[in-house]
């Protein structure tokens, strides 16, 4: 059965023009095609299209729902894409109920993608600046796009725009996903039953990778000395992941991926014993 992924956004946020970019980044080969799916209620009717995720490491069938109004029916998606306009406040409202109403639903990938045609315009900046604390606040990924400018254009070593949407997509461990080298895939939680408790707590949540779907880590190094060569393996890739001066954006993409299979490598993957 295919993943699912939740894109959501008011009436006229750009919700479609960012699934179709998505598609078009994952390299779907036939014309983009939506299925209209109705609901038990015509307000929650949608489009669907499906794809396939593919990286060096896995792949996985996903499906696109675009949806404007979701009722209650979020809890079977993993992944969750929050569309509006940054020169529309009413639409930025409907994102803010939107995740509000889903607080205790934890996603793998939760995006607030804020479309833009231009350059952001006088007063624009002071939303998204609020917008983005929000985000913040709430645990969100908030992600710029702007769908006049190819982020393939931009010098900066920060992924943004659509390609960090796809990179989010890439590197959320899906139900679905099946390893291209023959191992099974790691076992993921059920997310209608996982709530973020740092949100119950009144806690603000923090701008990291969300750990929803991993497992935990098998038994770490028995010796100091094992965990020292450890740390200093890590040090050794995140370097060359985070110097810009001599790799291009794919090839950081692609070396991240790595560190983080090599990581779980040295940390012991391949030991099957569970003493649990």
């Known amino acids: 059965m295919a ?21 078009k980044k994952m390299n779907v080969d036939t014309t983009i095609a939506w299925n209209k799916v109705e609901g038990n209620d015509e307000d929650v009717s949608y489009l669907a299209h499906s ?4 990286t060096k490491y896995y792949t996985a069938p996903v499906e696109l729902h675009v949806h404007t109004c979701v009722g209650d029916d979020w809890a079977s998606y993993e992944a969750c894409l929050c569309v509006w306009d940054a020169a529309d406040k009413s639409s930025w409202s409907h994102v803010q109920d939107a995740v509000e109403r889903m607080q205790d639903h934890s996603f793998d990938a939760f995006l607030s993608i804020a479309v833009s045609s231009n350059g952001a315009a006088e007063g624009e900046s002071t939303s998204l600046q609020h917008a983005l604390d929000w985000c913040i606040d709430h645990g ?26 796809v ?5 959320t461990m ?15 939680v059920n997310h209608a039953t996982t709530v973020d408790e740092s949100r119950d707590e009144g806690n603000p ?9 991993v497992p935990s880590p098998p038994s ?17 890739i ?12 794919d090839e950081r993409r692609e070396r991240a991926a790595e560190m983080a299979m090599k990581l779980w490598s040295l940390l012991g993957d391949d030991d099957a014993s569970d003493s649990d």
Do not use: Y
């Open 3 to 23: 993943s699912r992924v939740l894109v959501l956004g008011g009436a006229a946020a750009a919700k479609q023009d960012v699934a179709e970019a998505v598609l």
């Open 51 to 54: 794809m396939t995720i593919s």
């Open 140 to 165: 969100v990924e908030h992600v710029p796009f702007n769908l006049t400018k190819s982020s393939d254009s931009l010098t900066n070593d920060e992924t943004s725009g659509i390609d960090r949407v």
């Open 167 to 171: 990179e989010a997509l890439q590197c």
């Open 174 to 188: 899906w139900k679905s996903m099946e390893m291209k080298d023959g191992r099974a895939a790691p076992p993921v």
């Open 205 to 213: 949540a923090v701008d990291l990778p969300t750990t929803a779907g």
């Open 220 to 236: 770490a190094p028995d010796t100091v000395d094992d965990f020292e060569a450890l740390l200093q393996q890590v040090h050794a």
């Open 238 to 249: 995140r370097s060359q992941v985070t110097n810009p001066s001599n790799v291009s954006d």
